[in-house]
């Protein structure tokens, strides 16, 4: 009968989505811890920058459609164990924070198994920072000149971030300072030398394009997800020496954006790099970590590090912030270090560990139902539910798998052999995560202030400063205000003397009125000054409109075309969308023949595989059955022979038994007709008879000088094979004359494998008690062979018996029918020839006497 074919399942056709917005899938790195022992098997093979092969250690192999398999992996790009920290952040978190400078979001975080190296990979270690240390370090250096002054912005409850003005952010900190904890200053504060190494950053890395015209502030929260709850790390809990207080869960909400944020977190404005990552390595310790057999500091709960930019604009003047909340930009950077997934039965945890390790793996299995459900629907046009509400991980950045940000994930493997399973489930979630797409965010406003405005403003008071300090110094506004009409004023003559000290005073008036005149004239000139330049500057502003309007004509001319052009392209991009989808649907359609036909080839192979293993099985088996035909038709053979010799020589002892009984008859017979009639013969007596012992064989008995009589010892036909002779303890030694003896016998009282290994031969020693109250000893024989199974079984082929019966308790064939009759009747009985004839010594062959005489006496009746 002919295997049913199998057809792959009816899919939908993937449709486009219908959101127009543009969409980037998830950049899913691969990154290779080296191994702890250079003697370790290694599973993992970097092929090249973005591909790796994992296989199966020795011991374990894997054979699908009867082939052993290889498989590989594509990723973004791989980064093999000798990839310094530097190299991995310019590549995988330089683009998130350029991204958290000009507004958006981003999402990075690092999964594998435990002991994979994800921890090392965000933290890093002494003299060679991670990937946190690394992005708070770009984040200064960028904003470093730009921050604003604490307090300027402020979080709100509702995730949101109001601005202050100078006065009030200055009040803030005057009560912040008039707290009872001191507070170091920036300048002189103490880096701990437990991490110190860890921020000791000599790349200076920072981002060119930096909007000078804004306000920057950092805040930073670092949580913990632990057994589906969420914890705050930097939540300073009273200290109660007598009961401490246990830390107390937070709530996931929603705000008027619909992003999610954890309400009640604590969220710490820093203005360094130094005082950022003093504030994580704060909540680092308290983190829950524990010893397991995998990890000896294994992380049991999901960390997020979250890194908010908020920045505003600055006014007009380029001097304070604009308060205007509607201006302000607030970017989030989220930095997740996932808990390891692990397996109970290697890392041998109970209790506590036992809890943990099954939410850890519940929270991952819950990741990626997410993202299969968003593959699914962006493929296939569906619209199903994603299960986000299952586990607070996903349920914290839906916002983000939802088009809020950019996503990054680095897959963190370790090539040891033992974690080849765990690695090859991992391998295949990365693979699956590439295909999903998150919408690209949008860009924030831009601002409709001049540009520049920060620096042009103090290069304008720098220099009036410089030029007013040239001329004798410093001046206030209300003298600044005055300088034009005194610089014109200088320009006309000075007034003379206007006092009359005389009535004939005819100086004075003369010199005013020729200062006037002069003033007049000067008044005129400047007026006529002033007119032309009026038409000047109204000539070369009619020009300039003239020019402007030229230009407006030029570029709605060059607009126009430029139109034209882009309906064009647009009408091209249109035909060749519609070409796209056509080859996809065709694409689509050969991918689905192609699977039903490599289906097919894979089940035909299996079929051909399985029935090429039948047939050898049954050739195997036919080839096996012959021999054991063989060796069983050899055996019967060899058994079939020796059986008829055995009965052929008892037959011919049969018949010379016989014929030498005939002779016997006719000697006797001769020996009666012939012997004279005068002489009577002597009749046997019974009593001697008896008395005498009965004779086994023809051969004379032995002389009574001889020795006394030594047991004889039958010998077996199989001398010349190897027995194992096996006599039951349970066996009651007779004195009989002959006696079963094998030579070279392995003697053994109960039968084992290892003697049977050695012999090609078996005999049980057996005695029971016969029916007349005789000892009945059974020899049963039998052949040893191996077995199958590399055991030893023996086949029995037959049962020799060895009885034992008394003279005295046989029964006898004649008696004299009266033992009271003379000698002299008896003797007479003798007399005529038919009496005598009518006694004879025969032998029977196989008798219970041997090979002996047995006598058969029938007195013939007397006729009266």
């Known amino acids: 009968m002919k295997a049913a074919r199998m057809r792959t399942p009816w899919r939908p056709v993937p449709k486009k989505p219908s959101n127009p917005c543009v969409r980037d899938p998830v950049g899913v790195y691969c990154r290779v811890r080296p191994l702890s022992r250079p003697d370790q098997e290694c599973c993992i093979e970097v092929i090249d920058e973005t591909t790796v092969q994992i296989h199966p250690p020795e011991g374990y192999r894997i054979f699908r459609n009867g082939e052993y398999r290889e498989t590989q992996y594509s990723f973004k790009e791989v980064f093999g164990t000798l990839v310094a920290q530097k190299q991995l952040f310019d590549v995988v978190a330089k683009p998130l924070v350029e991204d958290l400078i000009r507004g958006r979001n981003g999402l990075l975080f690092t999964y594998g198994v435990t002991g994979s190296g994800k921890t090392h990979t965000m933290t890093g270690s002494p003299g060679d920072g991670g990937l946190l240390p690394r992005c708070l370090d770009m984040i200064f250096n960028s904003i470093g000149p730009f921050q604003a002054k604490r307090f300027v912005f402020k979080l709100d409850d509702k995730n949101g971030v109001d601005v202050q003005c100078e006065v009030d952010a200055l009040l803030e900190r005057q009560k912040r300072d008039a707290m009872p904890i001191p507070k170091t200053p920036l300048g002189k504060r103490q880096i701990d030398p437990e991490f110190a190494d860890m921020i000791n950053v000599q790349d200076h890395c920072k981002v060119e394009d930096v909007d000078e015209d804004n306000v920057y502030s950092v805040f930073v929260s670092y949580i913990e997800i632990y057994n589906n709850y969420i914890y705050d790390l930097l939540e300073e809990a009273p200290f109660e020496p007598i009961k401490p207080k246990p830390p107390q869960s937070k709530t996931l909400r929603e705000d008027q954006n619909h992003n999610m944020y954890v309400t009640g977190c604590t969220e710490v404005e820093v203005k360094s790099t130094e005082e950022a990552f003093e504030v994580f390595w704060r909540g680092q310790k308290k983190r829950r970590i524990a010893n397991t057999q995998l990890n000896r500091e294994s992380s049991r709960s999901h960390s997020v590090f979250m890194i908010k930019l908020a920045q505003a604009p600055l006014d007009a003047d380029g001097d304070n912030v604009l308060q205007d909340k509607e201006q302000i930009t607030l970017s989030q950077l989220s930095l997740v270090d996932l808990a390891g997934s692990e397996r109970t039965n290697r890392t041998k945890a109970e209790g506590n560990r036992l809890r943990e390790a099954g939410n850890i793996n519940q929270s991952l299995m819950t990741l990626r139902t997410c993202l299969e459900v968003l593959r699914e629907n962006q493929m296939y046009g569906t619209n199903k539910m994603v299960p986000y509400r299952d586990c607070k991980l996903t349920h914290l950045f839906k916002n983000y798998f939802d088009g809020e940000g950019k996503v990054r994930m680095i897959v963190c493997v370790n090539p040891k052999a033992e974690d080849y399973e765990e690695s090859l489930q991992v391998m295949r979630f990365a693979e699956m995560a590439q295909e999903v797409e998150v919408a690209r965010p949008t860009d924030r406003p831009i601002c409709a202030l001049t540009p520049g405005r920060r620096f042009r403003n103090q290069d304008f008071r720098e220099e009036l400063q410089r030029k007013l300090e040239m001329r004798g110094g410093p001046i206030n506004e209300e003298t600044e205000e005055q300088a034009v009409p005194e610089l014109l004023l200088q320009n006309f003559p000075p007034w003379p003397s206007c006092e009359l000290l005389d009535i004939n005073d005819d100086q004075t008036l003369p010199k005013l009125i020729e200062v006037l005149e002069k003033r007049h004239k000067i008044r005129q000139l400047l007026s006529e000054e002033i007119a032309q330049t009026v038409h000047a500057f109204k000539a070369a502003l009619q020009d300039f409109e003239s020019s402007v309007a030229s230009n407006k004509n030029y570029v709605q001319g060059k607009l126009s075309e430029k139109e034209r052009t882009i309906a064009g392209q647009k009408m091209e991009l249109e035909r060749l969308e519609k070409k796209i989808k056509t080859l996809e649907y065709k694409i689509h359609i050969l991918e689905k023949t192609t699977t039903i036909y490599e289906e097919d080839k894979r089940n035909l192979q299996q079929e051909l595989e399985s029935k090429s293993q039948q047939l050898q099985r049954q050739a195997s088996d036919k080839r096996r059955m012959e021999a054991r035909l063989q060796g069983m038709v050899t055996e019967t053979s060899v058994k079939w022979e020796k059986e008829c010799e055995r009965r052929v020589a008892a037959k011919q002892l049969e018949m010379q038994n016989k014929l030498w009984v005939k002779d016997e008859k006719l000697k006797q017979l001769k020996a009666i007709v012939t012997e004279p009639k005068n002489k009577k013969p002597e009749r046997p007596s019974r009593m001697r008879d008896r008395e005498k012992p009965v004779q086994r064989s023809v051969s004379p008995p032995p002389a009574p000088s001889a020795p006394p009589v030594r047991l004889r010892h039958r010998r077996s036909r199989s001398a010349g094979e190897r027995w194992v002779d096996h006599k039951p303890p349970s066996n009651v030694p007779t004195e009989a004359v002959m006696q079963p003896q094998v030579p070279h016998a392995i003697t053994v009282a109960a039968a084992s494998e290892k003697a049977l290994a ?107």
């Not at 016969?770 to 590399?790: C, H, N, P, Q, Y």
């Not at 049962?799 to 007479?828: F, H, M, V, W, Y």
């Open 758 to 864: 050695k012999c090609d031969k078996y005999m049980l020693t057996h005695q029971e008690l016969a029916s007349d109250g005789e000892i009945e000893t059974k020899l049963i024989k039998g052949d040893v062979f191996k077995t199958r199974g590399g055991g030893q079984a023996v086949q029995f082929t037959e049962i020799e018996t060895l009885k034992q019966e008394s003279p005295t308790g046989r029964k006898r064939r004649s008696s004299p029918s009266n033992p009271d009759q003379p000698e002299d009747a008896a003797e007479s009985e003798w007399t005529d020839v038919e009496t005598r004839c009518s006694v004879a010594v025969e032998m029977r062959a196989g008798s219970a006497l041997g090979p002996g005489y047995q006598h058969h006496a029938q007195p013939k009746r007397r006729k009266p």
